[in-house]
């Protein structure tokens, strides 16, 4: 590689109309992930000396998205204040840029492109000025078409806007990202002028001055035609989000991951799965999400933000958010693990059992249709079938502290602030109000009674 430091130009200033949308169209998510991160987190791994993205539209709210990237790092953010084309909005980013960078041209509408892709536009840097991505596709409609002279040189690239008839049926298409030496990039936007069909300064007009100019100009293509897929409506914005979706399937079973069927999972966000865990199908797995080894997961759960230990069964319908599962412990079907759920080793959560700030350890088991909050629950104790913790008084929360090797019977109230020391039972029915000591027998329910001859009432006749 060349010593020339490089340096990264994301567009994202346009407002995106076509998404008719309140959001900058750079702030729409594919995978969870906003549009520019993908585009910053794959240009952050050619590791340039500066990224400077151009914001204008909504430029308030992409900088705020990226403040915590930003701070520090090698991202910079550059105001374009009007947006009046593409060339106008490289031309700000320009002065940031020393005489000797390569300069590498990313649209943030393009967010599926990969790293290698771009690495092979800047190696074109020693032996080219100017390199264009490009690629044939079947409907270049709406795309800027690649023209080429009697020796297949490139020769320019003209708008769908601006193109002639036989123009628009070249099928060969400008990506929207280009490489160049800034030294002779400068020197070419000087010369671009806004006289076409949108009065922009087009970033494409570059090529057609570079050719005349002599220029040495190359053009690539990516790895996968469809890293090139621009995002302008929510129809590509779908398409693009299924394209991801598969990429990220197909790696997850590279690695090791039996996923059921990969056109019936979504992961949206930083997850990682780890070797010989079963996914089945139309599971959401979101945010930073940890899952190790030999899980297995049901169909239709929903994970956010959690960690799933080795070994773990979760059951078909489960919702597990902001929750630490421990190792071989088996949660659902229909259970919803909510935050601060902290599952030790070997727990069993059934179904129809809700979580929320609570601590289970090791061989607890809570089968059946409880409610278990602001709990702390010690090891190998049984929760039967209907019991909650009744933690909220209507003004403030209380905690429920149980031992270990205690057993509730089903359908019990303990009423917090309330303690169950080790080894006590519950009996099945009762309300409990008070502490419960070390290893008795706590009941609190009515007396069973028997009336004999007790009849029914009967439907009286109007
Ligand atoms: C652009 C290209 C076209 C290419 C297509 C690929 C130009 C003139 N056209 O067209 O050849 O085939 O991308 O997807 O370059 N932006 C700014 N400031 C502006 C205008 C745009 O920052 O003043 C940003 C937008 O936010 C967007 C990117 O530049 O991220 C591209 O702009 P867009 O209007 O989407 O261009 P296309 O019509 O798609
Ligand atoms: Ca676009």
């Known amino acids: 590689m060349s010593n020339n430091p490089l340096h990264v130009v994301i567009l994202a200033a346009g407002k995106g109309s076509r998404m008719h949308s309140n959001t900058p169209k750079v702030l729409h998510k594919v995978a969870g992930r906003t549009l520019l991160d993908h585009v910053i987190t794959t240009s952050l791994e050619l590791e340039p000396a500066q990224i400077h993205v151009v914001v204008g539209h909504g430029k308030e709210l992409v900088i705020d998205e990226f403040a915590d990237i930003a701070n520090g790092s090698s991202l910079t953010f550059v105001t374009q204040k009007e947006q009046l084309g593409t060339g106008d909005a490289v031309n700000h980013a320009l002065p940031n840029i020393p ?194 080894n030999n899980v297995q997961i049901g169909p239709n759960c929903h994970i956010i933000n959690s960690e799933i230990a080795d070994g773990v069964q979760i059951y078909a319908n489960t919702v597990i958010e902001n929750a630490v599962v421990g190792a071989r412990s088996q949660v659902g079907p229909f259970a919803r693990l909510r935050p601060g759920s902290k599952l030790a080793d070997g727990v069993k959560i059934g179904n129809f059992v809700e979580t929320k700030n609570a601590q289970l350890s090791f061989g607890t088991k809570v089968n059946h249709l409880s409610y278990v909050g602001d709990a702390k629950v010690g090891e190998n104790t049984n929760i039967g079938a209907g019991v909650i913790t009744c933690n909220y008084d209507g003004a403030n929360k209380h905690k429920t502290e149980i031992g270990k090797d205690v057993f509730v019977g089903s359908d019990c109230q303990l009423i917090a602030p309330v303690k169950i020391e080790d080894g006590a039972t519950v009996a099945a029915g009762s309300t409990i109000t008070s502490n419960v000591a070390e290893g008795v027998l706590a009941i609190s329910r009515g007396k069973q009674r028997e009336i004999k001859g007790w009849q029914r009432p009967v439907k009286k006749n109007k």
Not at 132 to 143: K, M, Q, R, S
Not at 244 to 251: E, I
């Open 99 to 292: 005489a000797n960078a390569n300069v590498l041209m990313l649209t943030a509408d393009v967010p599926l492109i990969q790293t290698n892709t771009l690495r092979q536009l800047v190696e074109s840097m020693q032996s080219h000025t100017l390199t264009v991505l490009t690629a044939i596709v079947e409907n270049p409609f709406g795309l800027g078409r690649i023209t080429r002279d009697e020796s297949q040189a490139v020769s320019g690239i003209v708008e769908e806007k601006d193109a002639s008839a036989e123009q628009k049926r070249i099928t060969e298409i400008n990506s929207g990202i280009i490489c160049a030496r800034k030294s002779r990039l400068s020197d070419w936007l000087s010369q671009v002028g806004n006289n076409n069909n949108q009065q922009e300064y087009y970033l494409t007009d570059v090529v057609e001055i570079a050719y005349k100019a002599g220029d040495p100009i190359t053009t690539l293509q990516p790895h996968e035609n469809d890293e090139v897929n621009g995002i302008n409506d929510r129809v590509q914005l779908a398409a693009a989000e299924r394209i991801y979706q598969q990429r990220l399937a197909a790696q997850l079973m590279r690695d090791g991951v039996t996923i059921i069927d990969p056109s019936r999972i979504d992961i949206r966000g930083l997850v990682s799965i780890g070797a010989d865990t079963i996914v089945d199908v139309n599971c959401v797995i979101e945010g930073k999400t940890q899952i190790g």
